[in-house]
């Protein structure tokens, strides 16, 4: 019998609730871009369900939900600015920037190469408008993380209010065009153009 081992500390460990454990590494993937995304999306999610049934504070809560939902939008840019230019045998490699104009100029490029990505026109848009938006309010990643830029000036001192069920519906639009793209690389990349 072969004994299999694995890294574990007091912190990172299994529990005695085992429906609590969960998998990773080798014993959950492999997970790409793709899946961390959706776990940043749900996790946005979960804390706005938090806040609705007012089980945390939403003036605190919108503070991680803005952030996984940005990281969310991050991976799922990286996974398809890697994962597209396999379609055409491009090279994968790209810079590892966190600025939406960088990442949304890579990825729109090769979804405008084939109508099956948008075909009634609408979806890069309105996904290029949320990504602008976003970018708007947090351009380096860090507003939504910390309270205070590296100087100790104060972030979102000219805003006053982010109604999340707004930032929900409109993250809920950007994911499914986020998974129609993955749905049809994927079948393109099975079957053909």
């Keep these: 019998m072969t004994t299999t081992t694995y890294r574990t500390n007091d912190l990172f460990r299994p529990g005695p609730n085992p429906n609590m454990n969960a998998c990773v590494g080798e014993n959950g ?13 749900d996790a946005a999610e979960a804390s ?3 806040a609705i049934e007012r089980k945390a504070p939403l003036d605190v809560l919108v503070y991680p939900i803005v952030f996984c939902y940005r990281h969310a939008l991050e991976l799922s840019l990286k996974h398809l600015r ?12 790209y810079a590892a920037k966190h600025t939406f104009p960088v990442m949304w100029g890579e990825v729109q490029t090769f979804l405008q190469r084939s109508v099956h990505f948008d075909p009634d026109g609408s979806l890069v848009p309105m996904v290029g408008r949320v990504l602008k938006d976003v970018e708007e309010f947090d351009a380096g990643g860090t507003v939504f993380r910390y309270p205070e830029d590296t100087k100790g000036a104060l972030y979102l001192q000219d805003a006053r ?18 998974k129609h793209w993955d749905r049809i690389r994927s079948a393109i990349a099975e079957h053909g153009f």
């Design 161 to 178: 209010i982010i109604n999340v069920l707004v930032l929900r519906d409109a993250m809920r639009e950007v994911r499914e065009a986020f």
């Design 82 to 93: 890697k994962e597209l230019p396999r379609l055409w045998n491009e090279p994968t490699a």
């Design 29 to 41: 993937g492999p997970y790409d871009f793709f899946d961390y995304a959706w776990g940043f999306f």
């Design 48 to 50: 706005i369900d938090a």
